[in-house]
């Protein structure tokens, strides 16, 4: 072998073994990220190039922005176009029946892994919305796709105290975790369930210095039916009189090729989100969020040593569960929400310096998101307004937008949609609580808005307001303020979070705003690849691939 082939060769390795990731920090918002500290995020912005905010879709929600993220398209393409949506076809449904817009079942665009699988590049696809079910059109063979969200749940978190427990003797116990039957025996120093040791001890009080994340937690245990999963424990509290034991959920894991065994029981077992009823205070909450997070790094990790992709699609939501949970009370300045943020985004960064130390010098890392997060304080019943208006059954509130019972529908009775439309904006209009109305025909093309699972009428709330339609009053305060999304995507508290390192991205270079359907093309040009088939967005980086 000559020298020159002998180059070729290791350059041809080393391109092979370059890898773009992709990560989706749920909610975590433009002008959010900004002041969150988060070193090791920050750090890798300022090594690459950040964008001046991505403007998602409308509304600003989860689903259809990680589909306008993956496809490049908004859902007047995509088919994704609300987090509950509209069933199609319209002619075998009524208007008042809803999908889950996190799944693939109306997913009418081609997601990223797909394209890059289909152009050669081995994929995997961690928890991303939309890759589930598996389907023709959201698989490849090259692509490994998994999910634990929209799989079925068997068990749900659960709380227990003593009371819970049915002894079977002083010492013997069971109890029910969803269809499971656990049994369990009272130790000197806590509990032994199916074998696992789980020792009582205080709530955390923050994550600091290098201790583990969720280190308190018992050892998984292992089970095959009736789905493989792992359970943990957490034993807070323990005395001869009571206790507060946590148990995790158990939630099937679907993988589109292969066993999910192997990664269960060397990674561990997947969690899904951090624990929010009442039965936990915010620092045994805390630990679960810990947990969730701990899981959803070693799978990735586990994932990458295991499938080497080329390209690697994540997800994490601890972001958007923070601002939900915390941004309202820290805007009214609540002490605990504050030292809760604090906790949180301790987690996040101890995340991201997990994710660092997988990205080799030849990769590419990609951090964006799918909304921003503003707090919100005052609440409004769009369903009432609609009804006192005399449109009940005629129109209903679909997230921040509303919907018409055309005849279309199953069932339709509107035949003056123009005409019930306008009644149905005058009617919104009387509160000045709205302050823009936006329809598929004049915005269309702005917001990606028109597709038949889409609404007639699109709104903008002040700042400060949230719908929640199962209120009695029109207008009321929120028990307890909260963070929120779903408004004009192109509002700054709206904007997602983009920024991208590797050796293609000058340190320092700053992107005007981008749209979240740029962001798949982003990814295409790194890779050298065409974007994905239905794409309309464009990559602000000049694609790498020969002229034909």
Not at 190 to 199: Q, W
Request: charged residues 20%; glycine residues 8%.
């Amino acid at each position: 072998m000559t020298r020159t082939s002998l180059c070729l060769l290791l350059l041809a390795r080393a391109a092979a073994a370059e890898t773009v990731f992709l990560f989706s920090l749920d909610g975590l918002g433009h002008q959010v990220f900004a002041s969150a500290p988060l070193p090791t995020l920050h750090r890798l912005a300022r090594q690459g190039a950040q964008a001046d905010g991505i403007q998602p879709a409308f509304p600003s929600a989860t689903a259809l922005s990680h589909a306008a993220l993956w496809t490049g398209a908004y859902g007047d393409v995509s088919g994704i176009t609300a987090n509950s949506q509209p069933r199609l076809p319209r002619r075998d449904h009524t208007f008042t029946e809803r999908n889950n817009g996190y799944r693939a079942d109306q997913l009418q665009a081609e997601p990223l892994w797909v394209a890059a699988a289909r152009q050669g590049v081995r994929t995997v696809a961690y928890q991303a919305p939309q890759v589930f079910p598996f389907l023709p059109g959201n698989t490849h063979e090259k692509a490994i796709t998994l999910n634990g969200y929209q799989t079925r749940q068997v068990a749900p978190h659960q709380v227990l105290r003593r009371r819970d427990l049915q002894f079977d003797s002083p010492t013997a116990f069971r109890f029910r975790h969803g269809p499971l039957t656990l049994r369990g025996e009272v130790t000197a120093t806590g509990l032994r369930i199916e074998g696992i040791d789980v020792k009582a001890a205080p709530a955390e009080s923050g994550l600091s210095g290098r201790r583990p994340l969720a280190r308190r937690f018992s050892a998984g245990l292992y089970r095959d039916e009736p789905v493989p999963a792992v359970l943990y424990f957490r034993l807070f509290t323990y005395s001869k009189d009571d206790l507060l034991l946590y148990v995790s959920p158990v939630q099937e894991t679907a993988i589109s090729q292969g066993d999910a065994r192997p990664l269960l029981r060397e990674a561990g077992g997947f969690i899904g989100n951090a624990y929010s009823g009442p039965l936990l205070n915010h620092w045994q909450a805390m630990e679960t969020t810990e947990l969730l997070t701990r899981q959803n790094l070693a799978h990735t990790l586990w994932l990458q040593r295991h499938y080497q992709p080329g390209l690697f699609l994540g997800y994490l939501p601890v972001a958007d569960e923070l601002g939900h949970r915390y941004a309202g009370l820290r805007q009214a300045g609540d002490p605990t929400a504050i030292r809760a943020l604090a906790w949180g985004y301790a987690i996040i960064e101890r995340w991201s310096q997990g994710i660092r130390q997988l990205v080799g010098r030849q990769d590419h890392l990609i951090i964006t998101a799918d909304h921003g997060m503003t707090p919100a304080a005052q609440a409004i019943n769009v369903n009432e307004i609609l009804r006192r208006a005399g449109l009940g059954g005629r129109a209903v509130h679909v997230y921040n937008s509303v919907l018409l019972n055309t005849t279309d529908w199953k069932n339709g009775t509107v035949t003056d949609r123009l005409a019930t439309r306008a009644r149905a904006q005058a009617a919104l209009a009387a509160y000045d609580v709205f302050t823009g109305f936006y329809t598929p025909e004049e915005h269309g093309p702005q917001y990606g808005i028109g597709s038949p699972a889409g609404s007639d009428l699109y709104f903008d709330l002040r700042p400060g307001y949230v719908v929640r339609d199962h209120l009695g009053e029109i207008i009321q305060p929120l028990a307890e303020p909260t963070g929120v999304h779903g408004f004009r995507p192109d509002r700054p508290d709206m904007l997602a979070t983009l920024f991208a390192t590797g050796p293609r991205l000058r340190p320092g270079t700053r992107w005007p705003r981008l749209r979240s359907i740029d962001v798949a093309p982003l990814v295409a040009t790194l890779l050298g690849i065409d974007p994905p088939r239905d794409a309309r967005g464009r990559s602000p980086l000049p694609s790498s691939r020969p002229t034909p």
